[in-house]
């Protein structure tokens, strides 16, 4: 069974920093490419950041450019965003998300796998 499992959720304040995690286990992930969405109440889930199995070519939401950093370890099935100069607007669920395809996209339909969401909570 294809288990995501976000970590390192929790409230800071703005202009802080918080670290997330996510291991995938169940099945090889390092041919996958894998990302992180983020979703508030009342709306859509929406992109944040994807990165090829690789780590060669990374996508970032025009909100998050700049700020944050995704980053994977393939021998640990692990994906990471390191999250700085937070804003009160960044206050979301961040989802882990892998595909069985090559293909990223920002449409959270088109991801096959998806963690348990990490609250991440910012105070202006």
């Known amino acids: 069974q294809v288990q995501l499992v976000e970590s390192g959720g929790g409230l800071v304040q703005a202009g802080g920093s918080l670290r997330l995690s996510c291991a995938a286990s169940g099945r090889t992930f390092s041919n996958y490419p894998m990302g992180w969405f983020r979703q508030v109440p009342g709306k859509e889930r929406e992109f944040v950041v994807a990165?090829?199995?690789?780590?060669?070519?990374?996508f970032y939401a025009d909100s998050v450019k700049g700020r944050f950093t995704i980053s994977r370890d393939n021998a640990k099935n692990t994906v990471y965003l390191q999250m700085n100069s937070l804003k009160f607007e960044d206050t979301a669920v961040y989802y882990c998300?892998?595909?069985?395809?090559?293909?990223?996209?920002?449409?959270?339909?088109?991801?096959?796998?998806w963690g348990q969401g990490t609250q991440v909570t910012v105070s202006s």
């Open positions: 998300v892998a595909d069985a395809s090559s293909v990223i996209t920002v449409v959270p339909g088109s991801w096959d796998y």
């Open positions: 990165i090829s199995w690789s780590g060669g070519r990374i």
